[in-house]
């Protein structure tokens, strides 16, 4: 049985949060579960299960339920919008690891770099430019990830393959810039090979850009995977899993 065939406790009707799936004890058991497959799985593959990072991805969840998931030991959360982040981070503890998983758009980046730790979505020379002009502003360094676009629809994000190598030779000049690695999106499909096949292109291309490695750019990191397929992804080299869906259940999308 795969993640994607696993009904989470958190799972709830109408594609609502309620109380019981944001409250402590029912993130706690879901982070349980899931570190014990993440456990499994890295025992068959020959890997250590603290080297995987699991992102709690918690756009349109209040703060009520991120405070739970901090009380149950989860210290990186991930967002989409930089409007949704700004209200809730006043009211969240200082430790909390924040990564900025969305679309990244160029109006947004002067509010991100002295708010977030990480940047999954970085597809363009041009936004990394931006980065380093509003980060060295408040003296910051802002580690990044480039999204490359695995899964070829146009849909998604990401910048192709061939561009990579341009992206990370102009971060290698960049200050306020730490590229610590790849991020990539599988396609929304129920072929799990696919799914692999897919992942597994990611890590080749990291294998085949590491001779661009310099002082400020490293790809040691793979953040891949989510809820339905992180155990794929973990066995093909992710470092970072991004999950929303198993540990809080269904999300509210009418309050947007």
Known sequence: MS???VLYITETPKNTITKKSGSLV???KNRDFIRQTISDICDK???DPGDIRIIAVTKTHPAEVIENAHQAGLRDFGENKVQELVPKMDRLPDDIIWHMVGVVQTNKIKDMVHRVNWIHSIAKAKYLKEIEKRASRVDRVINVLIQVNISGEEQKSGCD???LAGILEYASGLQHVSVRGLMGMASLTADR???RKQFRML???RDDHRLLESGNVSLDELSMGMSGDYDIAIEEGATMIRLGTSLF???NY???
Do not use: L, M, P, T
């Open 249 to 251: 259940g269904s999300r």
């Open 45 to 47: 593959c020959g890997r």
């Open 193 to 195: 090979d696919e799914i």
């Open 26 to 28: 029912v993130i706690g």
């Open 161 to 163: 393959a061939g561009e």
């Open 203 to 205: 890590r080749q291309i």
């Open 254 to 256: 009418e309050k947007q």
């Open 3 to 5: 993640v994607k065939d």
